[in-house]
């Protein structure tokens, strides 16, 4: 009996072997089709604070002289932003748009040897000043569309889209000989602007917390200057313009305001009614059981 159990035994075991080998043979791996599904990206929306500096140039007509890039500091923005797929299924999407405190100017390359100020003249015709350097401050209202790829916990995207804003507290050096220069507006200056902004950046992704890094240009399209406001240089028919660029790096925290993978409230919220009201007459008779 004894030898009988054991004969039994090894049989199950050289057909459970046989049956192994079988199922995970290479022809039975290579007809098996194996899927990864990645898991879905929600439309979500976020809020966040960027901090970084802006260099500045201007873009004369006519040609003044050779410009360098000055830095100024503090350029914050709040920014909202929503992802959603576009087109319905590509989930590349986004459109942000916030409050931007951020700055304009330039500053012009002086000879070395110092013998010819390279200088903007302003004022009028009997006192005249020449501006080496300006800075102002603007105020701006973004709104951009996002396009962005993620790769598990790290996002590349791109911005582009318009502003609209306002100049205000200018701050000039050179050889002022109005002071009324020096930190007010001239009365041919525009305040209003408007332009273009975009940009490249990546963020590192810890649900519910993300880190931004982008560096975004701003275009203006309202001239710095009014039409022939050139005090002694130029005719009454050549138009004078001055329009800001601006580049901007910065870096920021964004907090997730709904859930960007997984089911959200409202997809356990759709699961539940449709479970209870999929089938309304099963469930009536469950009731009346």
């Known amino acids: ?102 700055h304009q100017g330039f500053k012009f390359k002086q000879d070395s040897d110092k013998e010819h100020l390279v200088a903007l003249p302003m004022g009028t015709v009997d006192n005249i000043s020449y501006i080496t350097e300006e800075i102002m401050d603007v105020y701006k209202i973004p709104v951009r569309s996002k396009f962005h790829v993620d790769i598990s916990f790290f996002r590349i995207m791109a911005d582009l ?57 701003g275009w203006s399209w309202n001239s710095l200057y009014q039409p022939d406001s050139s005090p002694s240089q130029y005719s009454q028919y050549y138009y004078r313009y001055a329009n800001p660029l601006d580049i901007m790096v910065t870096a920021g925290i964004h907090f997730q305001l709904t859930k960007r993978k997984g089911k959200t409230t409202n997809d356990l919220k759709k699961e539940a009614y449709e479970a209870i009201y999929s089938n309304p007459d099963e469930n009536t008779h469950s009731q009346n059981r």
């Open 1 to 102: 009996m004894k030898k009988l159990f054991i004969i039994s035994l090894a049989l199950l075991s050289i057909a459970n072997a046989s049956l192994q080998a079988q199922e995970y043979s290479d022809e039975y791996l290579d007809s098996v089709a194996v899927t990864f599904r990645k898991p879905a990206i929600n439309d979500y929306m976020t809020i966040g604070v960027n901090y970084g500096v802006t260099f500045s140039q201007q873009i004369f007509n006519p040609r003044v002289g050779s410009q360098e890039w000055p830095m100024t500091w503090n350029n914050i923005s709040v920014m909202f932003t929503r992802y959603c797929k576009l087109f319905g299924y590509m989930p590349y999407f986004g459109i942000e748009a916030g409050f931007e405190y951020a």
């Open 161 to 217: 889209g318009f502003y609209g804003g306002l100049r205000r507290n200018v701050r000039r050096q050179g050889i002022i000989n109005d002071e009324t220069l020096r930190y007010e507006f001239a009365p041919y200056e525009n305040k209003f602007d408007y332009g273009m902004e975009g940009g490249a950046g990546f963020a590192f992704i810890f649900d519910p917390i993300e880190i931004h890094f982008n560096v975004l240009a």
